[in-house]
């Protein structure tokens, strides 16, 4: 079965540091990965997607992700937080059984940035 | 403007009862996804339309009914409300029903609370 895990309910970083939110993944073949975000009262939005090439893949608001396939990891990452980075942190994969984007989605990681 | 939005925003309701939810996209895309999130934040994908026709089913009580007007309108009629039905229902758009390269556009969620 296709799945990813984020294995942290709650990160809890201060502001002006880094910050790792980790996701790992249990998918056949190269998987397709991406991250969303979920702010408080609101849809997802989309941060940024690992389709194939460089492992390292950059996105919205200054985050980045690394894709490493020995490690079955797409750990979500950025170099210094700001407190509006507090937010509902969403890994997911697409399911490649199916030919439609159909997507499993982690449980979710809450991401804490104190001042 | 708003690219995915829902109607309503909030839905409070007796058990037993028949109700509605209604999506828009106005991005011209051709597919549109329901999404239930439940109390733990855990996100599951529950029915997709591809311009009118269903392409992803999942296993969801037939109480649940999916209906595409036309390609830009995802509508969720819910009859017979169970408690467990409460959750935050999120609809989604993407470009196109495969496109490994389409990430998901989600509105801002309807909260049902049946009582």
């Known amino acids: 079965a296709q799945s990813v895990a984020q294995p942290e309910d709650q990160v809890n970083v201060a502001e002006g540091n880094p910050l790792t939110v980790k996701c790992t993944y249990s998918v056949s073949g190269n998987p397709y990965l991406f991250w969303y975000v979920q702010y408080p009262n609101r849809g997802l939005q989309f941060l940024l997607k690992y389709i194939t090439g460089d492992n390292l893949v950059k996105g919205s608001y200054g985050f980045e992700a690394e894709f490493n396939k020995s490690q079955t990891s797409f750990h979500l990452k950025k170099p210094s937080a700001l407190v509006s980075d507090s937010a509902l942190y969403f890994c997911?994969?697409?399911?490649?059984?199916?030919?439609?984007?159909?997507?499993?989605f982690g449980s979710g990681t809450k991401l804490n940035v104190k001042p | 403007d708003t690219a995915v939005s829902q109607t309503p925003k909030y839905l409070v309701t007796q058990m037993g009862n028949d109700k509605s939810i209604k999506c828009e996209q106005n991005?011209?895309?051709?597919?549109m996804y329901w999404y239930k999130q439940d109390s733990k934040k855990f996100l599951k994908i529950m029915f997709s339309y591809n311009n009118k026709e269903l392409i992803i089913n999942e296993t969801v009580p037939n109480r649940f009914s999916p209906k595409s007007p036309d390609k830009a309108h995802l509508n969720l009629h819910i009859n017979s409300l169970e408690l467990g039905d409460s959750a935050v229902y999120f609809c989604?758009?993407?470009?196109?029903?495969?496109?490994?390269?389409?990430?998901?556009?989600f509105g801002p969620g309807t909260r049902l609370t049946v009582l």
């Open positions: 991005l011209g895309h051709d597919t």
């Open positions: 997911a994969v697409r399911d490649k059984m199916s030919n439609f984007n159909k997507f499993y």
């Open positions: 989604a758009s993407s470009p196109s029903p495969s496109g490994v390269y389409n990430e998901q556009f």
